[in-house]
């Protein structure tokens, strides 16, 4: 019975695929006949090749992505560091696309460069932009043109963009290229996406467009650039024509366009419970680590990233019940001590130690925000990662920062606190790679070890148990 009815089903399984590999076939034929599409007279024929092995590819990989990233020739030795972090020469493929031929040899540790066409026939009539924003919204389609094989996704990004590479792999595998797919995320200042559009991926944060579009896209770029030379932005220019095919955003929270001023800390604190696909403004904000340089402070970032690419940044909270003491990690960055019980919403959520990109104001974002409290009774401490203790891939250290906020709280309750010079986070091993294509859960955490005399903190980082919750004791 129960076998009877699981083959019926797979057989009405198959006649529906046939039925949808049919409809595709009719409809392209349909439309070939109705657009002759230019150079494209197999196009039908390759799109349900590309449906039917879709299912039998190999996993996407780091050599499936070609980089474009939107450089200039004059500002690249300022920005070439932060390009150097993540670029693997040999490993990473793409280019920099630049306005005219450097004069200097090209370094080799940079991605290769390319000098874009000449977009002067194009109009550009947003008064308060630069009409460069016309060249780097071609950079797609030059980067599509070049014929490079086994691409995958065209991903585009800043030169001030900093990616982190095996997570940005780790979300694109979850897609199917053959398929069109436009995948980023939007502006955290909410004046940005009513200017700029909500459904823009951001260039700054990076974007990906999957082959499959990267194929209808690059055919009518040209011609759409013109229809929207009003639009500010490479980036919202590329929107306007994706949205023409009628392909819409699809948001992946590691992208982030970074669009604040002041300290990041506050959003790198409460990452949502996603993968860190990237960073950007890395110039324009202060160090992100508050006692080092920028370029240094990435870089130790980088070198938590390196131990555990997938945990990077993730959020897990817990409890002290013995002291009443509410933690939380934000891994490979910091850890706030509230010397109180504070809940799991208060802490997911991110102190607002910044303001708007473009008014320089309270708000609001695209998240929700809590503000930084004058009063140091009212605010955690803070520790910041310390790797020089730990090269073991399991374990990271931070380290007790003083004067981050602007003063210290004198409360009985905060001395024990106070006493605490480091965290150490211990977890059992890196993320494995299909961590992330499971349902997102945040990680749960303990304190262990745990005596009242210590002035470390050991802590266990760890996936939950069925059932656990993060709940304040005695609630
Ligand atoms: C089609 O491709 C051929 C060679 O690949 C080229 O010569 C021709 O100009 C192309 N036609 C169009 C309309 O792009
Ligand atoms: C990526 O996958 C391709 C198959 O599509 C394989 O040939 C190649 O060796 C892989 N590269 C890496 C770096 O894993
Ligand atoms: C390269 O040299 C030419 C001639 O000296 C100069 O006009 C141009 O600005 C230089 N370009 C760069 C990128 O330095
Ligand atoms: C990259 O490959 C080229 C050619 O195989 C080689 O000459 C070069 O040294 C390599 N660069 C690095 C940084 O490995
Ligand atoms: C922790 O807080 C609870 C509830 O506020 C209180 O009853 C308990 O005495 C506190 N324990 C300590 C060790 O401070
Ligand atoms: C790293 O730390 C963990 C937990 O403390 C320990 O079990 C493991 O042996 C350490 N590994 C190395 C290589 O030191
Ligand atoms: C806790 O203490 C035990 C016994 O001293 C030790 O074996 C264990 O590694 C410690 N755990 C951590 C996370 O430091």
Same mark, same amino acid.
């Given at each position: 019975?129960?076998?009877?009815?699981?083959?019926?089903?797979?057989?009405?399984?198959?006649?529906?695929?046939?039925?949808?590999?049919?409809?595709?076939?009719?409809?392209?034929?349909?439309?070939?006949?109705?657009?002759?599409?230019?150079?494209?007279?197999?196009?039908?024929?390759?799109?349900?090749?590309?449906?039917?092995?879709?299912?039998?590819?190999?996993?996407?990989?780091?050599?499936?992505?070609?980089?474009?990233?939107?450089?200039?020739?004059?500002?690249?030795?300022?920005?070439?560091?932060?390009?150097?972090?993540?670029?693997?020469?040999?490993?990473?493929?793409?280019?920099?696309?630049?306005?005219?031929?450097?004069?200097?040899?090209?370094?080799?540790?940079?991605?290769?460069?390319?000098?874009?066409?000449?977009?002067?026939?194009?109009?550009?009539?947003?008064?308060?932009?630069?009409?460069?924003?016309?060249?780097?919204?071609?950079?797609?389609?030059? *980067?599509?043109? $070049?014929? #490079? &094989?086994? @691409? =995958?996704?065209?991903?585009?990004?800043? +030169?001030?963009?900093?990616?982190?590479?095996?997570?940005?792999?780790?979300?694109?595998?979850?897609?199917?290229?053959?398929?069109?797919?436009?995948?980023?995320?939007?502006?955290?200042?909410?004046?940005?996406?009513?200017?700029?559009?909500?459904?823009?991926?951001?260039?700054?944060?990076?974007?990906?467009? *999957?082959?499959? $579009?990267? #194929? &209808?896209? @690059? =055919?009518?770029?040209?011609?759409?650039? +013109?229809?929207?030379?009003?639009?500010?932005?490479?980036?919202?220019?590329?929107?306007?024509?994706?949205?023409?095919?009628?392909?819409?955003?699809?948001?992946?929270?590691?992208?982030?366009?970074?669009?604040?001023?002041?300290?990041?800390?506050?959003?790198?604190?409460?990452?949502?419970?996603?993968?860190?696909?990237?960073?950007?403004? #890395?110039?324009?904000?202060?160090?992100?680590?508050?006692?080092?340089?920028?370029?240094?402070?990435?870089?130790?970032?980088?070198?938590?990233?390196?131990?555990?690419?997938?945990?990077?940044?993730?959020?897990?909270?817990?409890?002290?019940?013995?002291?009443?003491?509410?933690?939380?990690?934000?891994?490979?960055?910091?850890?706030?001590?509230?010397?109180?019980?504070?809940?799991?919403?208060?802490?997911?959520?991110?102190?607002?130690?910044?303001?708007?990109?473009?008014?320089?104001?309270?708000?609001?974002?695209?998240?929700?925000?809590?503000?930084?409290?004058?009063?140091?009774?009212?605010?955690?401490?803070?520790?910041?990662?310390?790797?020089?203790?730990?090269?073991?891939?399991?374990?990271?250290?931070?380290?007790?920062?003083?004067?981050?906020?602007?003063?210290?709280?004198?409360?009985?309750?905060?001395?024990?606190?106070?006493?605490?010079?480091?965290?150490?986070?211990?977890?059992?091993?890196?993320?494995?790679?299909?961590?992330?294509?499971?349902?997102?859960?945040?990680?749960?955490?303990?304190?262990?070890?745990?005596?009242?005399?210590?002035?470390?903190?050991?802590?266990?980082?760890?996936?939950?148990?069925?059932?656990?919750?993060?709940?304040?004791?005695?609630?």
């Amino acid at each position: 019975m129960k076998i009877q009815s699981q083959n019926s089903l797979k057989s009405r399984k198959f006649f529906k695929i046939s039925l949808v590999l049919c409809s595709i076939a009719f409809l392209s034929l349909l439309f070939s006949f109705n657009q002759k599409p230019p150079n494209c007279t197999d196009c039908h024929r390759r799109k349900i090749i590309a449906v039917e092995s879709s299912q039998s590819q190999p996993p996407t990989n780091i050599s499936h992505l070609l980089f474009g990233i939107a450089g200039s020739t004059k500002t690249w030795k300022k920005r070439q560091s932060y390009c150097e972090l993540w670029w693997m020469p040999n490993v990473t493929r793409g280019f920099v696309w630049v306005d005219e031929k450097p004069n200097a040899t090209w370094p080799a540790t940079s991605p290769p460069y390319r000098v874009s066409a000449d977009t002067s026939e194009f109009s550009y009539t947003c008064w308060y932009g630069s009409r460069s924003a016309v060249r780097l919204a071609r950079i797609v389609k030059e *980067s599509f043109e $070049l014929g #490079v &094989e086994n @691409v =995958r996704w065209f991903v585009m990004g800043d +030169d001030d963009t900093v990616f982190f590479v095996e997570n940005l792999v780790t979300v694109l595998g979850k897609y199917d290229h053959n398929q069109m797919y436009y995948i980023g995320s939007n502006s955290e200042s909410v004046e940005q996406d009513v200017i700029h559009l909500y459904g823009t991926a951001y260039g700054g944060g990076g974007y990906a467009i *999957s082959y499959a $579009l990267a #194929v &209808e896209l @690059v =055919r009518i770029l040209d011609g759409c650039l +013109d229809r929207y030379a009003s639009l500010y932005g490479g980036d919202q220019k590329v929107q306007a024509c994706v949205t023409e095919i009628g392909v819409p955003l699809t948001k992946e929270s590691g992208f982030h366009q970074v669009d604040i001023r002041g300290s990041q800390y506050g959003l790198l604190a409460a990452h949502p419970v996603a993968p860190l696909v990237s960073l950007h403004h #890395v110039d324009y904000l202060p160090p992100i680590f508050p006692t080092m340089i920028k370029i240094d402070a990435l870089k130790a970032l980088k070198t938590a990233y390196n131990l555990d690419p997938g945990r990077t940044l993730q959020q897990s909270f817990c409890y002290d019940p013995a002291r009443n003491w509410s933690i939380s990690v934000s891994w490979g960055y910091t850890v706030q001590l509230y010397p109180w019980l504070a809940t799991p919403k208060d802490m997911e959520k991110s102190f607002q130690t910044f303001e708007t990109w473009k008014s320089w104001s309270d708000g609001p974002f695209t998240f929700n925000t809590r503000p930084v409290q004058s009063d140091p009774c009212e605010m955690p401490i803070l520790f910041f990662l310390d790797l020089v203790e730990s090269p073991n891939r399991t374990v990271t250290n931070y380290k007790r920062q003083l004067d981050v906020w602007e003063k210290e709280c004198s409360k009985d309750e905060f001395q024990l606190g106070q006493k605490v010079e480091r965290f150490r986070v211990v977890t059992s091993g890196p993320f494995s790679s299909s961590h992330w294509i499971k349902a997102p859960r945040r990680q749960c955490c303990q304190v262990v070890n745990a005596t009242s005399m210590d002035n470390v903190v050991n802590v266990w980082m760890r996936g939950c148990n069925p059932f656990e919750t993060v709940t304040p004791p005695q609630w």
